[in-house]
């Protein structure tokens, strides 16, 4: 049974920093591409960014293009999502994602893209 589990959320003030991990667990061959998504409240659960494996690819929300940076380790189903430059705006509960099916990278901006959900960790930027 696959697991997402995330870590590393919290209170920042405007410009400073926070890194959130997660953790892809139940099955022993590596998933296709994870993913990081965020809702704020009375809002829909927008993209963040992505990576798929096979070739490396991440795709990032313009929002947070060049302040986010994704990465991971494949082999442990594992993604980072570095967060630099926070700004108020970004305050949402940011939501990790798995799939093990592939496709284009541009299918995996949308929450259609994947299969697995984790539970999600808050995010609050202070400004």
């Known amino acids: 049974q696959v697991q997402l589990v995330e870590s590393g959320g919290g209170l920042m003030q405007a410009g400073g920093s926070l890194r959130l991990s997660c953790a892809d667990s139940?099955?022993?061959?590596?998933?296709?591409?994870m993913g990081w998504f965020r809702q704020a409240p009375g809002k829909e659960r927008e993209f963040v960014a992505a990576?798929?494996?096979?070739?490396?690819?991440?795709v990032y929300a313009d929002s947070v293009k060049g302040r986010f940076t994704i990465s991971g380790d494949n082999a442990k189903n594992t993604v980072y999502l570095q967060m630099n430059s926070l700004k108020p705006e970004d305050t949402a509960g940011y939501y990790c994602?798995?799939?093990?099916?592939?496709?284009?990278?541009?299918?995996?901006?949308?929450?259609?893209?994947?299969?697995?959900w984790g539970q999600g960790t808050q995010v609050t930027v202070s400004s």
């Open positions: 139940g099955r022993t061959f590596s998933n296709a591409a």
């Open positions: 994602a798995a799939t093990y099916s592939y496709a284009d990278s541009s299918y995996y901006t949308r929450p259609v893209g994947y299969d697995y």
């Open positions: 990576i798929r494996w096979s070739g490396g690819t991440t």
